[in-house]
Protein backbone atom coordinates (compact mmCIF):
# COMPACT_ATOMS: atom_id res chain seq x y z
CA UNK A 1 0.00 0.00 0.00
CA UNK A 2 1.50 3.42 -1.34
CA UNK A 3 1.50 5.91 1.68
CA UNK A 4 2.92 8.89 2.72
CA UNK A 5 3.18 10.05 6.00
CA UNK A 6 4.40 13.85 7.58
CA UNK A 7 5.64 15.11 10.28
CA UNK A 8 7.79 17.67 12.18
CA UNK A 9 5.31 20.75 12.48
CA UNK A 10 4.58 22.68 15.62
CA UNK A 11 4.75 25.86 16.68
CA UNK A 12 7.91 27.87 16.31
CA UNK A 13 8.64 32.46 16.42
CA UNK A 14 8.67 33.97 13.49
CA UNK A 15 12.54 33.88 12.26
CA UNK A 16 12.51 30.45 13.39
CA UNK A 17 12.91 27.04 11.27
CA UNK A 18 11.20 23.68 10.83
CA UNK A 19 12.00 20.87 8.77
CA UNK A 20 9.29 18.52 8.07
CA UNK A 21 9.51 15.56 7.31
CA UNK A 22 7.21 13.11 4.75
CA UNK A 23 7.88 8.77 5.34
CA UNK A 24 7.08 6.80 2.29
CA UNK A 25 5.62 3.10 2.37
CA UNK A 26 5.12 1.10 -0.02
CA UNK A 27 7.32 2.83 -2.32
CA UNK A 28 10.71 3.83 -2.49
CA UNK A 29 10.97 8.03 -3.48
CA UNK A 30 13.68 7.37 -6.50
CA UNK A 31 10.66 6.18 -8.67
CA UNK A 32 8.22 9.02 -7.45
CA UNK A 33 8.25 13.23 -7.81
CA UNK A 34 7.65 14.79 -4.15
CA UNK A 35 5.38 17.74 -3.85
CA UNK A 36 5.15 20.01 -0.75
CA UNK A 37 1.35 21.91 -0.43
CA UNK A 38 0.15 23.93 2.27
CA UNK A 39 -3.34 25.08 2.88
CA UNK A 40 -3.53 28.47 4.93
CA UNK A 41 -6.59 29.14 7.12
CA UNK A 42 -9.37 30.51 4.66
CA UNK A 43 -7.26 30.11 1.81
CA UNK A 44 -7.08 27.46 -1.16
CA UNK A 45 -4.32 24.74 -1.05
CA UNK A 46 -1.01 26.16 -2.84
CA UNK A 47 1.80 24.57 -4.21
CA UNK A 48 5.37 25.24 -2.37
CA UNK A 49 7.93 23.06 -3.83
CA UNK A 50 8.83 19.86 -5.65
CA UNK A 51 11.37 17.46 -6.31
CA UNK A 52 12.00 15.19 -9.32
CA UNK A 53 13.55 11.98 -8.09
CA UNK A 54 14.96 11.34 -12.34
CA UNK A 55 17.44 14.44 -11.96
CA UNK A 56 17.01 16.23 -8.56
CA UNK A 57 15.78 18.96 -9.96
CA UNK A 58 13.56 21.36 -7.28
CA UNK A 59 11.40 24.11 -7.74
CA UNK A 60 10.06 26.56 -5.43
CA UNK A 61 7.15 28.75 -5.22
CA UNK A 62 7.97 32.41 -5.13
CA UNK A 63 6.97 32.74 -1.77
CA UNK A 64 9.56 30.91 0.06
CA UNK A 65 12.00 30.90 -2.51
CA UNK A 66 15.44 31.51 -0.94
CA UNK A 67 13.94 30.22 2.83
CA UNK A 68 12.91 26.18 2.58
CA UNK A 69 14.61 23.83 0.76
CA UNK A 70 13.42 20.21 -0.28
CA UNK A 71 15.43 16.95 -0.50
CA UNK A 72 15.54 13.36 0.17
CA UNK A 73 17.66 10.83 1.83
CA UNK A 74 20.01 8.74 -0.15
CA UNK A 75 17.76 5.72 1.13
CA UNK A 76 15.04 7.35 -0.94
CA UNK A 77 12.51 6.52 1.43
CA UNK A 78 12.08 10.55 3.42
CA UNK A 79 11.31 13.34 1.35
CA UNK A 80 12.34 16.50 3.91
CA UNK A 81 11.17 20.60 3.45
CA UNK A 82 13.35 22.49 5.51
CA UNK A 83 12.05 25.66 6.48
CA UNK A 84 14.52 28.35 7.78
CA UNK A 85 13.42 32.32 8.69
CA UNK A 86 9.17 31.79 8.77
CA UNK A 87 6.99 34.40 8.61
CA UNK A 88 3.28 34.40 9.98
CA UNK A 89 2.15 34.00 6.66
CA UNK A 90 3.63 30.62 6.82
CA UNK A 91 1.35 29.71 9.12
CA UNK A 92 -0.67 26.58 7.35
CA UNK A 93 -1.82 22.77 7.03
CA UNK A 94 1.50 21.59 5.02
CA UNK A 95 0.89 18.45 2.85
CA UNK A 96 3.56 15.99 1.33
CA UNK A 97 2.01 14.20 -2.22
CA UNK A 98 3.93 11.91 -4.39
CA UNK A 99 3.18 11.56 -8.10
CA UNK A 100 3.93 8.47 -10.24
CA UNK A 101 4.70 10.90 -13.06
CA UNK A 102 8.51 10.96 -14.65
CA UNK A 103 9.54 14.44 -15.11
CA UNK A 104 12.85 15.60 -16.11
CA UNK A 105 14.40 19.00 -15.56
CA UNK A 106 11.05 20.01 -13.94
CA UNK A 107 8.54 18.75 -11.13
CA UNK A 108 4.88 19.66 -11.61
CA UNK A 109 2.51 22.48 -9.62
CA UNK A 110 -0.76 21.01 -9.69
CA UNK A 111 -2.15 18.72 -7.64
CA UNK A 112 -4.01 17.19 -9.98
CA UNK A 113 -0.25 15.49 -10.97
CA UNK A 114 0.00 13.94 -7.93
CA UNK A 115 -1.60 10.64 -6.81
CA UNK A 116 -0.73 10.09 -2.86
CA UNK A 117 -1.60 12.39 -0.37
CA UNK A 118 -0.24 12.63 3.38
CA UNK A 119 -2.90 13.67 5.90
CA UNK A 120 -0.87 17.01 6.59
CA UNK A 121 1.12 18.50 9.57
CA UNK A 122 0.07 21.90 11.28
CA UNK A 123 3.07 24.71 11.30
CA UNK A 124 2.13 27.86 12.91
CA UNK A 125 4.46 30.39 13.12
CA UNK A 126 3.70 33.07 15.79
CA UNK A 127 5.26 35.14 18.73
Known amino acids: QVQVVESGGGLVQPGGSLRLSCQAS????????IGWFRRAPGKEREWVSC????????RYADSVKGRFTISVDNAKTTAYLQMNNLKSEDTAIYYC????????????????????WGQGTQVTVSS
Open 51 to 58: FSSSDGTT
Open 97 to 116: ASSEGWYERTCPRRRSEYNY
Open 26 to 33: GFTLDLYT
